[in-house]
């Protein structure tokens, strides 16, 4: 039995997302699914005034995108371009919802893993050294 990439709570007027691969909470092929359904369920519930993403654990928020399974979402996807342009479209439906939502920044938020807050409306670092970047832009 396979664990579930993205946890959901309802706290009354609050929903509130964990990615849900602890310690490191890489964004699978599956959270970026679950993700982008959620999104859309969100977006349409007038019952949720606000949503806060958070990650399992305590040790990181998300080191970003699961590059192994970059073979994988390309044969299921069908290309690259698919893939890519699945995380931009949720991103911007994040940044473009009528509902604010609030990333809770903690450890490594690296790549596609700080690229998601960046998406959200307000953004909470851990006093004690949330270490953030984009270390793709040594890739390729």
Known sequence: MSKEPLLFERRD??????VNDAPYN??????????????????????????????AGDENFSVGMDLKQLPQGI????SVDAVF??????LAAIENMGKPWIATLFGYCLGAG????LACH?????????????PEMDLG
Not at 13 to 18: H, R, T
Not at 114 to 117: A, G, T
């Open 26 to 55: 890489r964004m699978s092929l599956a959270f970026m699914d679950d993700l982008e359904r959620r999104v859309a369920e969100l977006a349409a519930d007038d019952g949720v005034r606000a949503v806060v993403i958070t990650a």
């Open 75 to 78: 044969q299921e996807k069908g």
């Open 114 to 117: 700080l690229e998601l807050p």
């Open 85 to 90: 342009d699945q995380r931009l479209r949720v």
């Open 13 to 18: 007027a609050i929903a509130l997302l964990s």
């Open 122 to 134: 307000f953004r909470l670092a851990a006093a004690d050294g949330a270490k953030i970047g984009l």
